[in-house]
């Protein structure tokens, strides 16, 4: 799953909480061909920079209301219309995020002095490993 948003704050705030973001490690679960078994696989976090000052991080799915949670999904900014909104949406491919997830659980990135306007998130597919020894097994396509 990716979660758009933009940062702003002083430089070094903004710069501190995208490390924070960065360094976030995740469990990615795999499922064996057969679909008895599931294990999970340590990965990082990606932080991407989109065009307009658009960060973009992917994760998996299962930690999405952490992370939404944490970048502030759950609250409305007032200061983008909800018309330039849509268009920055439609530019990078992405959907409104859901408007009701848990928000009892977040992460512990630094947020000092910076805020956070949250655009709008998109969805991985599933894929099923080619080839090695993961052959067969599926999990979401980060």
């Known amino acids: 799953m990716h979660a758009a948003f933009i940062p702003y ?3 070094r705030f903004v710069e501190a909480f995208l490390r ?7 469990n990615l679960p795999v499922t ?3 679909g008895k078994k599931t294990k999970s696989i340590a990965i ?10 658009v960060y973009e991080h992917v994760f998996p799915k299962e930690y999405a209301d952490q992370v939404l949670t944490t ?4 609250i409305t900014s007032k200061k983008i ?6 268009i920055i949406r439609r530019m990078l491919n992405l959907k409104k995020a859901p408007k009701k997830f848990d928000t009892s659980k977040g992460f512990f990135w630094v947020r000092e002095n910076v805020s956070v306007y949250s ?5 991985d597919k599933t894929i099923t490993e080619p ?5 067969g097994w599926t999990h979401e396509a980060i």
């Open 71 to 74: 970048l502030h999904f759950h």
């Open 131 to 135: 080839a090695g020894e993961m052959k």
């Open 9 to 11: 704050g002083h430089k």
């Open 44 to 53: 990082e976090g990606q932080l991407r920079v989109l065009p307009f000052g």
């Open 20 to 26: 924070d973001i960065e360094a976030q490690k995740y």
């Open 119 to 123: 655009l709008g998130i998109r969805k």
């Open 32 to 34: 064996s061909p057969d």
């Open 81 to 86: 219309s909800k018309t330039k909104l849509n």
